[in-house]
């Protein structure tokens, strides 16, 4: 399943510019279909795009999936307008390069979009659920119920495509890499590791820090402060407190069921919006 260009906008992707450069007369890519201008995009969108969107355009940490921009209605010349204004107020930036750099990521992108996704069945939605409640609700919540470790996943669908839901679930240290490789990490949820004087060492995800303490919530969920100058050690972590469910530890067919429930989501936030 696909987010609708209105979801994409605030996830920070060029769909925005459906609604925000809607009216502007209609350009086509001069570069569509060009296989040299697919393969310049394509190295320029690694090199400039991929850290928010991902490898592939399908999503990752700060940024939407990609792929789907002309299926979902986007047009080439207010795809254009958006790669080189920005979109205000977001950390979309706007580009300084040619107008040709601009039309050749887009015919990369284009090259991406094979058209509608088949859905998700609805079937497994209630495996999903059972799957998402004994492995992921003692630290994340949904709708008010479940822990508060990790974030809120209640909207998640509306930020995340399904393949960067799958890849974080799969691969969720990797992202704690990407996110100090892009200078943040979201705030609430850096991962650390404590010791006490008294050589405890302690887990957490740290809420709060300045020059003297730090707060912090521990594996348990219980919110704890320490002086800093009572500490024999306090260091950021690039191992995630959510473990990597690997194939071993989640089959394919349970992953599945459980990107269904994460997908109603997606769809039950969409559906509350309107």
């Not at 490898?55 to 700060?62: I, Y």
């Not at 949904?142 to 995340?160: A, E, K, M, T």
């Not at 979201?186 to 050589?199: A, H």
Request: with cysteine; hydrophobic share 35%; proline share 5%.
């Amino acid at each position: 399943m696909r987010t609708g260009p209105w979801i994409l906008a605030t996830c920070l992707t060029l769909a925005g510019a459906v609604q925000v450069y809607g009216q502007i007369a209609a350009v086509s890519n001069p570069l569509a279909g060009n296989g040299e201008a697919i393969r310049d995009g394509s190295a320029i969108y690694e090199a400039r795009c991929a850290k928010c969107h991902g490898h592939g355009a399908r999503g990752a940490v700060g940024g939407c999936d990609l792929t789907g921009l002309w299926t979902e209605g986007g047009a080439d010349q207010s795809l254009f307008q958006t790669i080189r204004r920005g979109i205000p107020n977001t950390l979309k930036p706007h580009s300084f390069g040619p107008d040709k750099e601009v039309w050749t990521i887009l015919a990369y992108l284009s090259s991406l979009d094979t058209g509608p996704e088949q859905t998700l069945s609805l079937n497994d939605a209630a495996s999903g659920e059972r799957l998402f409640w004994s492995n992921c609700g003692s630290c994340h919540s949904v709708n008010g119920r479940g822990g508060q470790l990790g974030p809120d996943l209640s909207r998640v669908g509306s930020s995340r495509s399904p393949a960067a839901l799958a890849h974080k679930i799969r691969h969720a240290s990797s992202y704690i890499a990407s996110m100090y490789e892009g200078g943040y990490v979201t705030e609430g949820y850096q991962p650390v590791t404590l010791v006490t004087s008294s050589g405890h060492r302690i887990r957490a995800a740290k809420k709060n820090e300045d020059a003297f303490s730090v707060q912090i919530m521990d594996t348990s969920g219980r919110i704890r402060g320490y002086r800093k100058a009572d500490l024999e050690d306090l260091r950021n972590d690039d191992v995630s407190l959510m473990p990597d469910f690997g194939p071993d530890r989640l089959p394919e067919p349970d992953l599945k069921n459980l990107m269904v429930f994460l997908t109603r989501l997606r769809a039950e936030a969409r559906t509350g919006a309107e």
